[in-house]
């Protein structure tokens, strides 16, 4: 008998999975799989600002809580792997469904004004998203190259007050500064578009539309605002 319930429950899972496996290749499921990495980036977004909002505060408190995020193994070998993919996963499946949106679109737009139905950033989610994927690029290169190099490469020892002073330098370019607001910019007005999309994809604007199109639209001018003041500040601030 356990053996019979055993096989049951490996074909079930089986097929669950099989199931699930075409879901996601599906156009439905891909747009389904592409609003849950931009929701876990936009939570991701989110706590960065506020640990980047704190460096404004406290110098003391911002080296804590980004000592404790570099060297906390579940953030560092969980966390961040699955960061790092979604980001992948996330620009990569936007292109390939943009792509194929404008394919599907081709003959629809011939006979339609696109421009009429859509805003201009919807059209254009995949521009900012290359220039997005640029600023993360210069992002990484700034931050996450950095530290790989100090703990694992060049390896020094551990020194909890140093995250504040390495912020700081950052920001005192004024290009990088400059290519940190463009960015920003350009990264609102994907969350413009983007957030209440993601929403859509999972069905989940079912009467809260217009309430979920207010938080989008905050969420969108806020955080990247924020981002912004947060590198100017340092800039003019620094010694």
Known sequence: MPINLSI?????LKINLKIMGGFFKSSIGR??????????????????FII????????????GVSHFMGTNWLIQFVMQPVLIFAVVYHFIMGFVLELQNKKARGVAYAKN???????????NMIYSGLVILAFLALHFADFWVHEINVKYIN??????ARYYHELVEKFVPIWRVAAYAVAFVLLGLHLAHGFTSAFQSVGATAGRKKAL????RAYSIIIPLGFIIIALYHHLNHH
């Open 52 to 63: 980047n909002l704190l460096s404004v505060f406290s110098a003391e408190l911002f080296n």
């Open 155 to 160: 390896v020094q020892p551990e020194d909890p």
């Open 31 to 48: 747009k389904v799989a592409m609003a849950l990495s931009a929701f876990f980036l936009m939570i991701f977004l989110l706590q960065h």
């Open 113 to 123: 004004n696109g421009a009429a139905n859509s805003t201009w950033m919807s059209r």
């Open 8 to 12: 049951t429950t490996f074909v079930h």
């Open 213 to 216: 199109q207010q938080i989008g």
